[in-house]
C-alpha cells in the first residue's frame, strides 16, 4: 500500500506547524504536510532539503550555451563561411545574443521539466484526491499526512495524537479504510 | 506604525519566510484592505471565472469579430504580397516593425512586474502580477504576427532556424534578425512557463472550488494533479525563483536585441550605440502604461478595491514616471549627440526633418504624451486618482507608438541622398492589422479573465498570511 495514509486537518499555519514539530519529536518520521498556500518554516519543520533543482538548470544553461555557440561557430564559420562585406567569418561578439537566449531557453526549459520530474506531475489519479474532505486543502484547510506504513503508526493512539494536537478531524485514505 | 507598515518579505516562495524589518512611510496606502479569511478570498477571486456576465461576452463577440477581421487582413496580405501595406522604398519598414515594437514593448512590464519585482520582495506585485503577465503573452503573441507577415512568404519563416536542409544553406548569425527571431521565441516560451508555472496552484483551486464535475475535470487536468504538499511547495518555490531569475536578463534583451536590428545599421537616427537603454526604458514604460490600462477597468468592473488597492496604483504611476524620465533623457541625448557628433545626416533628420518635416506634428504629439503628460504623477493625489491614470496611460499608449513610428519612418525617408527620399502613407490594410491585433489582444485577454484565476489566490492567501502575523507583531508590540 505506497499511498495509504492517516489525514488531520487543521485550521491555521500555525496551528499544523506546531503538530508537525511535535510528531516529529515523537519520532515520527514519514508526515507529509499539505497546505494552500507555501509554509517555509513547515518545510524546515518536516526536515525537508532545499531542492536540488538549481544544479540542473545550470548544467541545462551550460548546454545550451555551448550548443548555441558552437552551432553558429560551425554553421557561419565552417560549414558554410558567407563573406559579407570581409568580416570576420567566426566573430564571437556576433553570437553572443544568440548564445544568451539558448542558455536562457534551455536552463528555463530544464527547470520546468524537472519541476514536473521532482513533484511528479501530472498525476491526475493521486488516492488523496478522491478523498472528498481532502479538497479543503487548496482553499482553507491545512493538512496532516502519516503514512501507514510509519514506524510509530497504530491506528488509536496517532488518531488520538492527532486530536489532542488539534486536528479538526482525522480521516484515513480509502485503502487503509478496508 | 500602523498594521501595514512592517516590510515584509515577498513571500515564502522565494525568501523562506521571516519577517524583514524597516517600516515604510506612514502614507502608505495597505497592499490589502482588511483581512479577508481565505475562504473569503478564494470566492471572491474565483467569482469572476464562475459567473459570466453580459458585458463580457459581448466584448468577447466584438472582439472576436475584429480578430476574424485581422486574419482576413492577414490572409490578404499573404495572398496579395505585402505591397498591400503602405510600405515601398524607401520606406520598406512602417506600421508592421512600429507595431512589432510597440507590443513587444508593451510585454516587457509583466516580466518586469512578475520576475523582477518577484526577486526585489515587492509586497505590491502580487495582486497584479498574473494580469500583467498575460498581458505580456498575448501582446508578444501580437507582436511576433509582424515579422512573420512581413517575410512576405510567411510559410518560410522556419528558414529562420538551423535546420539541415537540401539547400545546403545555413542562416546569417552575424544579422539582428536571427537574434530577434531567437530573443522573440525565447521570451515567449519562458514567459509562458512562468505564467502556466504560477498558475498551477491556482488551477487547483479552481478544481477544488467547482461544483460542477466538468469543471473539476478540465481545472483539474490543467493543475496537473498538484496537491500541495510540502516538498512540492519547496521544490515549487526554488523552481519560480529560478525561472524569474532567468526570467529577469529577459526583460533587458529582448528590446536590447529589438534595439539593435535598427542600431546595426548606417541610417541617420538609427545608428546609435545608446539604442539597447534607450529601448529597454520606453518599453518598461509603454507596458506599465499598458498593465494601467487593464487594472483600472478590471479593478472597477470586478470591485478588486481590496487586493488592488490605491498602493498598486500609485506604484505604477511611480514607475510611469521613473521610466518616463529616462525616456525624456534618452530624446534629449539622442538630440544632443546628433547635434555634437557634426554628422550632417544625423543633424538632419534630428534637428530639421524629425521636428519640422512631414511627421512634424507626430513627433511633437510623441514629446507631449511621452514627456509632458507623465510630470502630473509628481502630484500624489493624480497618482491615486484611477481616472488620471488611465487617461494618462492610454495617452502614454499613443505616444510610445508614435515613438516607434517617429523613429521608423523619419529615419527611412530622409537618408542620406535627397534623390531617395520618400514618404510613407499607411493604407487601410494597415490599419485593418494594427486594430486587428488590439482586438485579438483584447480577445485573448478578455478569454484569460474568463477562465482562468486572473489574481494570483495562493500567492494572495501567502500575502493575507504575513500582514497577519506582521499584524499580531505590531500588536504585541503595542500592548507591551
Redesign the interface.
Known amino acids: 500500500m505506497p499511498s495509504a495514509w492517516m489525514l488531520a486537518e487543521f485550521d491555521a499555519p500555525e496551528r499544523i506547524l506546531e503538530a508537525a514539530v511535535e510528531l516529529r519529536a515523537r519520532g515520527y518520521a514519514r508526515i507529509e504536510a499539505f497546505t494552500p498556500h507555501a509554509v517555509p518554516e513547515l518545510e524546515a519543520a518536516l526536515g525537508i532539503r532545499r531542492s536540488w533543482v538549481p544544479r540542473i538548470v545550470l548544467a541545462g544553461g551550460a548546454t545550451g550555451a555551448a550548443f548555441a555557440f558552437l552551432l553558429q561557430w560551425w554553421l557561419n564559420g565552417v560549414n558554410y563561411p558567407l563573406n559579407v562585406g570581409a568580416r570576420p567569418l567566426f566573430s564571437a561578439p556576433a553570437f553572443i545574443p544568440i548564445t544568451f537566449e539558448t542558455t536562457v531557453l534551455f536552463a528555463a526549459l530544464t527547470a520546468f521539466v524537472s519541476w514536473l520530474a521532482v513533484t511528479r506531475l501530472p498525476t491526475l489519479n493521486h488516492s488523496l484526491l478522491d478523498v472528498e474532505a481532502f479538497n479543503s486543502v487548496s482553499i482553507d484547510r491545512f493538512w496532516l499526512a502519516i503514512k501507514s506504513s510509519d514506524e510509530h503508526y497504530d491506528r488509536g493512539r496517532t488518531t488520538a495524537e492527532l486530536r489532542e494536537l488539534g486536528a479538526l478531524r482525522v480521516l484515513l485514505t480509502p485503502e487503509l479504510e478496508q | 506604525m500602523t498594521a501595514d507598515s512592517a516590510a515584509l518579505p515577498l513571500?515564502?516562495?522565494l525568501t523562506?519566510?521571516?519577517a524583514r524589518g524597516g517600516a515604510a512611510p506612514l502614507a502608505d496606502p495597505p497592499v490589502m484592505i482588511g483581512r479577508p479569511?481565505?475562504?473569503e478570498l478564494?470566492s471572491q477571486l474565483l467569482r469572476p471565472i464562475t459567473v459570466a456576465s453580459r458585458w463580457h461576452l459581448r466584448l468577447l463577440a466584438l472582439t472576436g469579430i475584429g480578430t476574424l477581421g485581422l486574419f482576413a487582413a492577414l490572409t490578404y496580405t499573404a495572398i496579395a504580397g505585402i505591397g498591400v501595406w503602405g510600405v515601398s522604398v524607401p520606406v520598406a519598414w512602417a506600421f508592421a516593425i512600429t507595431n512589432f515594437v510597440w507590443w513587444i514593448g508593451i510585454g516587457h512590464a509583466g516580466t518586469f512586474i512578475s520576475a523582477i519585482l518577484l526577486l526585489f520582495s515587492s509586497q505590491w506585485r502580487t495582486s497584479i502580477n498574473r494580469v500583467a503577465e498575460g498581458m505580456t503573452l498575448f501582446a508578444v503573441m501580437q507582436a511576433g504576427l509582424f515579422p512573420l507577415f512581413h517575410l512576405g512568404r510567411p510559410w518560410f519563416f522556419y528558414w529562420l532556424i538551423?535546420y539541415p536542409s537540401t539547400m545546403?544553406?545555413?542562416?546569417?548569425?552575424?544579422s539582428a534578425l536571427?537574434?530577434d527571431a531567437?530573443?522573440v521565441?525565447?521570451y515567449f516560451?519562458?514567459s509562458f512557463?512562468?505564467w502556466y508555472?504560477g498558475l498551477?496552484?491556482d488551477l487547483?483551486?479552481a478544481?477544488?472550488?467547482s461544483a460542477q464535475r466538468w469543471r473539476r475535470q478540465i481545472y483539474?487536468?490543467f493543475a496537473?494533479?498538484?496537491?500541495?504538499?510540502?516538498?512540492?511547495?519547496?521544490?515549487?518555490?526554488?523552481?519560480y525563483g529560478?525561472?524569474a531569475g532567468?526570467?529577469t536578463?529577459?526583460v533587458v534583451?529582448v528590446h536590447t536585441?529589438v534595439s539593435?536590428d535598427f542600431a546595426t545599421s548606417q541610417l541617420p537616427g538609427w545608428h546609435s550605440p545608446m539604442f539597447p537603454p534607450y529601448f529597454v526604458a520606453g518599453a518598461i514604460y509603454s507596458g506599465f502604461a499598458m498593465v494601467l490600462t487593464l487594472v483600472i477597468p478590471i479593478r472597477r468592473i470586478f470591485g478588486l478595491y481590496n487586493v488592488v488597492t490605491e498602493r498598486h496604483l500609485e506604484n505604477m504611476a511611480k514607475m510611469l514616471l521613473c521610466t518616463g524620465w529616462i525616456v525624456t533623457y534618452s530624446y534629449i541625448i539622442e538630440i544632443f549627440c546628433a547635434w555634437y557628433s557634426g554628422d550632417r545626416f544625423e543633424r538632419y533628420v534630428h534637428l530639421v526633418s524629425r521636428p519640422f518635416g512631414t511627421y512634424a506634428f507626430f513627433v511633437w504629439l510623441q514629446f507631449f504624451c511621452n514627456c509632458a503628460v507623465v510630470q502630473v504623477f509628481w502630484s500624489k493625489r493624480a497618482r491615486r486618482n484611477p481616472l488620471i491614470l488611465f487617461v494618462a496611460a492610454l495617452l502614454i499608449n499613443v505616444g510610445m507608438w508614435l515613438e516607434r513610428f517617429n523613429l521608423i519612418v523619419t529615419s527611412l525617408q530622409r537618408d542620406f541622398l535627397p534623390s531617395s527620399w520618400g514618404i510613407y502613407v499607411p493604407t487601410p490594410i494597415d490599419g485593418a492589422i494594427f486594430f486587428g491585433t488590439l482586438s485579438f489582444f483584447l480577445f485573448l485577454f478578455l478569454l484569460f479573465l474568463r477562465v482562468v484565476p486572473f489574481i494570483p489566490i495562493?500567492?494572495l492567501?501567502?500575502l493575507r498570511?504575513a500582514l497577519g502575523e506582521a499584524d499580531r507583531r505590531n500588536g504585541e508590540q503595542v500592548h507591551a
Open positions: 513571500h515564502g516562495r523562506g519566510g521571516g479569511s481565505y475562504g478564494t538551423p545546403n544553406v545555413w542562416p546569417n548569425f552575424r536571427p537574434w531567437a530573443a521565441s525565447t516560451t519562458v512557463l512562468f508555472m498551477v496552484p487547483a483551486v478544481r477544488d472550488a483539474g487536468l496537473l494533479g498538484w496537491r500541495g504538499s510540502a516538498r512540492d511547495w519547496s521544490h515549487y518555490r526554488v523552481i529560478l525561472l532567468l526570467a536578463p529577459l534583451s536585441v539593435m495562493s500567492e492567501k501567502e498570511h
